[in-house]
């Protein structure tokens, strides 16, 4: 009998699958029955969310909840051998949560296998310069790791990209640096930059912003080796 796959798209209310909550389901099983519902998550969608995915809260309030799908959810799921999704720890964990915070259901990753398209992508399809320029130009590239043949090649890449992505461009160069890259005013592994304010990346206050926590902790980052100049920059402007 031939595999059985499961094809799964989520939408939720944020990122943190034990506290945020589906709003939308989309699934396609192996002989082509799909479904589609948006879903009343029984809290708030936050607007920064929404302008993420476009799911409002006035769009869902009459909305099935998740416990009322997932009874033929539980039995497709069930049915199938393979989960497949595109990212897809995020929507098997998303799952997980739901399923179990509903009706209780343990969804087991032992019961798959998982295929995901993101990861074969990037396995078969490696986001080095090489492919990048073969992609855009449509040429093989010669002499790489050649240095004027890399930056030969890295502004073949941009021109080309200009080309391909017009709408993007018009916003301006600071708004390509900060749609693709974001803030980069303090590089580094410590630090991250947003809306004006400075925010931990690692560390035991990961997510406190700087000015909320104790000047010594800055200190102490500033006397590890490892920090970058930008970082070093900063806790010294910020500390004094």
Not at 34 to 42: D, M, Q, R, T
Request: net charge negative.
């Amino acid at each position: 009998m031939a595999e059985q796959h499961i094809y799964i798209d989520l939408e939720t209310t944020g990122l943190n699958p034990n506290t945020d909550r589906i709003c939308q389901l989309g699934v396609i099983l192996s002989d082509g029955t799909e479904i589609n519902s948006l879903v009343n998550p029984g809290m708030q969608i936050p607007q920064v969310t929404t302008d993420l995915h476009g799911i409002t809260n006035e769009m869902v309030k009459d909305a099935p909840a998740f416990e009322e799908l997932a009874g033929k959810l539980v039995e497709d799921l069930e049915a199938a051998d393979v989960f497949v999704a595109y990212n897809y720890a995020f929507d098997f964990q998303f799952l997980q949560n739901e399923l179990f915070k509903t009706v209780q259901y343990e969804l087991k990753e032992t019961d798959f296998v998982f295929l995901d398209p993101y990861k074969i992508f990037r396995k078969m399809f490696p986001h080095n310069l090489t492919n990048a320029y073969k992609f855009y130009t449509g040429q093989e590239m010669e002499g790489a790791h050649s240095a004027i043949h890399d930056i030969r090649a890295t502004k073949a890449v941009l021109e080309a990209q200009e080309t391909q992505y017009p709408d993007l461009f018009a916003k301006g160069l600071k708004e390509v640096e900060k749609y693709t890259i974001g803030d980069t005013s303090i590089l580094g592994k410590w630090f991250k930059a947003q809306d004006e304010l400075i925010s931990f990346k690692q560390g035991k206050h990961r997510g406190e912003t700087v000015a909320k926590v104790h000047k010594d902790y800055l200190k102490w980052i500033y006397s590890l080796e490892d920090i970058s100049m930008s970082e070093r920059r900063f806790i010294a402007g910020f500390i004094d």
